[in-house]
């Protein structure tokens, strides 16, 4: 006969992953369950990333908890601030403060004796049946290897770390790299600078994404109608999961020619061929993640706006010194350079089943199975392991696909009369084999250096349609499982 077991389990993050992990387990009927947090406030990345101009550029009635409609979203596309404040309501309205352990970084978990034993910046914690690790993937920021930001006389910092004391009004702004945050500081700051330089590397595609207000009325008649919200939110979801996300995995071809049309459409808008010849990509649409913005071509060919593709040789107390021998004088230099996308939950020590640590595991790379588990680290579950759909997609839609095929083993551990489950070796070498085998079709491998690829050229990100991954969220094959 099975007996129901109490669980006590860890969440590792309270960002948007870990406040729905905690609500959906108790949901369940998990009720002993603690979110470690290593800041002092909950949001992750809505939290960390507050520099001008920052939305989301997934649509809002698309990003958004499955379970939280909001009929108040401001515009197409919400600030960050507005998301920020959605999570915070969200986490109020279902107590989820109580549960979270503020200043706590997870610096160590070890699998003894069918327990996970968590230690934090603040000491052990105790011993938990299962973790779920909701660290995020763009967390890390990646500073550039270049020399002498020490020697910079102004300020400079990363965008994730944006200084909110230092006013742009008036000043000499560079900002270095062209990814979605650069894009969007663009058209948020350059009519307030002195001057504007953005220093490129690499070009970017970017498609043009209306991001206007939402007017009163539709806001009135989604309050009214909460099931047209609902049909949004299906809609935007469907949009981007079959026409966008099975364009760049090679299964729509058609979504992905009119997506290569709109791209190169809007390159035209701009104006100088120099300019445009300069902002044209080398590589494929879609290969580096794709860039959705409404203003970023007319802000850069603002008089006061510069695009600079020269390689950056140092900082200078004066500014930036390109391999041309310029000297770029400013008083700002903003870090629009990414983040560590493969480090994941590291730098955690993370010890499984017979003393093995995920650091050796992940050796040459990381994988797991199904993005979500990993072999010999029982009862841990990860939302956000690698191969999980990154990208152009709901993050939100994602991480609780990825709960729930997780919620899926945690009540097997909680009903099922057994203490430890984790997928089988085999199970876990024929998915990143099928994993491999496929990426080849996909638009990520046409040869661009973009965040999804990692130091060994494994790319991260989930190689089949969403639906496929819905799919094989939806219900484990426990056969690919071993327990005890
Ligand atoms: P991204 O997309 O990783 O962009 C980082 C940018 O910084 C990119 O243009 C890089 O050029 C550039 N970069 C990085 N290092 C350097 C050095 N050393 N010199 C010059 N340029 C450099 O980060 P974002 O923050 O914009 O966006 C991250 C994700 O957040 C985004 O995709 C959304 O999911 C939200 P490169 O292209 O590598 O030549």
Known sequence: MTETRKLRIAIIGAGASGIMALI?????????????????????????????????????????????????????????????????????????????????????????????????????????????????????????????????????????????????????????????????????????????????????????????????????????????????????????????????????????????????????????????????????????????????????????????TERIERFEAGGIRTADGRLHELDVIVLATGFNTHQLMRPMEVTGRNGKTLNETWEKGNEGYLAVTVPGFPNWFMIGGPNSPIGNFSWLLTAENQFNFALKLILRLRDGNISEIAPKPEAAKAFNEAVRAKLPDTVWATGCKSWYIDKFGNIASWPWTFEKFQEDMSEPVWDDFEVA
């Open 24 to 308: 959906k387990l108790r949901e369940a009927g998990i009720g002993d369950v603690t979110i470690y947090e290593k800041a002092d406030m909950l949001g992750g990345t809505w939290r960390d990333n507050r520099y001008p101009g920052v939305t989301c550029d997934v649509p809002s009635h698309g990003y958004r908890y499955s379970f939280e409609p909001n009929a108040e979203w401001s515009r197409v596309c919400a600030p960050g601030a507005e998301i920020l404040d959605y999570l915070k309501y969200v986490a109020r309205k279902h107590d989820v403060e109580a549960a979270i352990r503020y200043g706590h970084e997870v610096v160590r978990a070890d699998y003894r004796d069918g327990k996970w034993q968590i230690e934090t910046s603040k000491g052990p914690q105790g011993a938990f049946d299962a973790v779920i690790t909701a660290t995020g993937v763009l967390h890390h920021p990646s500073y550039p290897d270049i020399p002498g930001l020490e020697d910079f006389a102004g300020e400079a910092f990363h965008t994730s770390r944006w200084k909110d004391d230092v006013d742009l009004k008036g000043k000499r702004i560079g900002v270095i790299g062209t990814g979605s945050t650069a894009t969007q500081i663009t058209g948020a700051v350059v009519d307030e600078a002195a001057s504007y330089t953005l220093f490129q590397r690499t070009a970017q595609w970017i498609a043009p994404l209306p991001q206007g207000p939402i007017p009163e009325e539709q806001k009135a008649l989604f309050r009214a109608r909460p099931e047209l919200m609902q049909s949004e939110y299906e809609r935007i979801s469907h949009e981007n999961n079959s026409k966008f996300a099975a364009a760049i995995v090679g299964a729509n071809p058609r979504a992905y020619e009119k997506l290569v049309e709109v791209c190169r459409d809007y390159l035209e808008t701009v104006r100088d061929p120099l300019l445009r010849a300069k902002l044209t990509p080398d590589y494929s649409v879609g290969c580096k993640r794709l860039i959705l913005s409404e203003n970023f071509y007319e802000a850069i060919q603002k008089p006061n706006a510069e695009l600079v």
